[in-house]
């Protein structure tokens, strides 16, 4: 082996696998004590009891209070989502304009709304659509606070994901004639895309999280955090409520991201296989024009 690698981990010893061990036991038993501690004062407070649990596996409970606000909830997401998404690639890709003027202002954008606070963006916008219509819109608040932030947060996304691709990309672009548009349109993003994937579902489960910022600041926005606090009050059961609700998150946000790696596999599937592409400037070709070496995952290289 050569001198020059680099260790990146030492696999422990008999000292370090009885350390590690002993560590382990002991988060082990005070993970198990501070449960216990919780569940006997919840007990002791009797929020265990089946009258607390009951409403919340009742159809009225649901069909009153819950899926309102979980409708109002996923409403905002994807509206959310469908404009920031689109706002986001294109802030991205101005980031990475040959024109200075164009990265100027993308820049400007990007970064002034990145360093706003997502729920003041919300009660701006509130204030702005009363102040401009005469009347207020929670609904439309809450989505421009959440594309204004979260659209600029993904330009930086797809900014990250199109400069992590090899250089050789962007010259075999140039070398065979395609304009700006097109490599971005049709090689850098498509190639970019599985790469950013991960980073992306991150922020749309951030999108759909911080929905629940509206509904504790804006009157008439009856979101699911805000229904399961109503239904939580007049059911007088509002811990069993929020754990409810709590669940109701983890479950969305595991839809979310298994749809994504669904998506991520088959996007890595449709693709023949890893492949370099390298542009060689050579005569070999009729009228002297460049040619495109393909290799594939075994070594085997053929012009295009």
Known sequence: MSSNLAVLYDIPGPKARRRNLILTIVFLILLAAGLWWVYAKLDAKGQFDWKLWKPIFQANTWTTYLLPGLWNTIKAALISVVIALPIGALLGVARLSDHRWVRWVASVIVEFF??????????????????????????????????LYNGSVLAEVFRAGIQSLPKGQTEASMAIGLSKSQMMGQILLPQALTAMLPAVVSQLVVILKDTALGGLLLMGYNELRRAANTAGTNLKDQLQMYVLIAVVYIVLNLLLTSTASLLEKRLRRGKRGPRELAVMMT?????????????DEQGNQTIA
Do not use: D, K, N, Q
């Open 114 to 147: 990145r360093a706003i606070p997502v729920i003041i963006l919300m009660v701006f916008a509130y204030t702005l659509w009363f102040t401009v219509f005469g009347s207020s819109s929670p609904l439309a608040s809450v989505v421009i606070g959440l594309v």
């Open 283 to 295: 005569g070999a070709e009729a009228g002297g024009g460049p040619s495109m070496v393909v290799t």
